[in-house]
Nanobody, 123 residues
Framework: QVQLVESGGGLVQAGGSLRLSCAASGRTFSSAAMGWFRQAPGKGREFVASINRYGGRTYYADSVKGRFTISRDVVKTTVYLQMNSLKPEDTAVYYC????????????????WGQGTQVTVSS
């Protein structure tokens, strides 16, 4: 089992920044990649970014590329999502997830999920 706990969400003005954290515990050896997903009101869960555990290769959705940065601290088993130049359309519940496969962005390929953290961007 892998337990994931997100933190760092909150209310921010458009153009501002937030950094989300995802702390992993348990059988973290089973995780090959970590991803961030988000779900806005009335929308489905969408891929935001992912990072491979070993090589550190990253992937981003086009909507956040250049504004968001995913990173990881291997020792602390923690993944971060630095969000800059936030827009109102970034408002959503952000979820951290763990996958046993690398280079994947499909929600169905992620085994464990955090509880989510709310990010609200005001105009």
């Amino acid at each position: 089992q892998v337990q994931l706990v997100e933190s760092g969400g909150g209310l921010v003005q458009a153009g501002g920044s937030l950094r989300l954290s995802c702390a992993a515990s348990g059988r973290t050896f089973s995780s090959a990649a970590m991803g961030w997903f988000r779900q806005a009101p009335g929308k489905g869960r969408e891929f935001v970014a992912s990072i491979n555990r070993y090589g550190g290769r990253t992937y981003y959705a086009d909507s956040v590329k250049g504004r968001f940065t995913i990173s990881r601290d291997v020792v602390k088993t923690t993944v971060y999502l630095q969000m800059n130049s936030l827009k109102p359309e970034d408002t959503a519940v952000y979820y951290c997830a763990s996958s046993q496969w690398t280079d994947t962005y499909s929600p169905s390929e992620y085994n464990y999920w955090g509880q989510g953290t709310q990010v609200t961007v005001s105009s």
